[in-house]
Nanobody
Framework: QVQLVESGGGLVQPGGSLRLSCAASGSMYLMGWYRQAPGNQRDLVAS???????NYADAVKGRFIISRDNPKNSVYLQMNNLKPEDTAVYYC?????????WGQGTQVTVSS
């Protein structure tokens, strides 16, 4: 059974930084992060293939950096210059073959 374990969320002031971590229990072709604010849909933030191809939402380009540690089956999201509109529950995502996996979500709140 595949598990995704997330950590790193919290409360931060605008302009601050957070680093999210997610560890899978197996190797994944694609890993990344989605986020969902109250009343909104769940949107892609960033993703990365096992070979290093990245994809970022326009709203986070230049501020967020996704990285992977494949031997650890882990993915990270370095979030810099955080803005109040970044406030959301962030979900780790992974894909292996035809299967999709989701973490349980971690709350990121950007507020003064």
């Amino acid at each position: 059974q595949v598990q995704l374990v997330e950590s790193g969320g919290g409360l931060v002031q605008p302009g601050g930084s957070l680093r999210l971590s997610c560890a899978a229990s197996g190797s994944m072709y694609l890993m990344g992060w989605y986020r969902q604010a109250p009343g909104n849909q769940r949107d892609l933030v960033a993703s990365m293939t096992n070979l290093g191809t990245t994809n970022y939402a326009d709203a986070v380009k230049g501020r967020f950096i996704i990285s992977r540690d494949n031997p650890k089956n882990s993915v990270y999201l370095q979030m810099n210059n955080l803005k109040p509109e970044d406030t959301a529950v962030y979900y780790c995502y992974a894909k292996s073959g035809r299967y999709d996996y989701w973490g349980q979500g971690t709350q990121v709140t950007v507020s003064s």
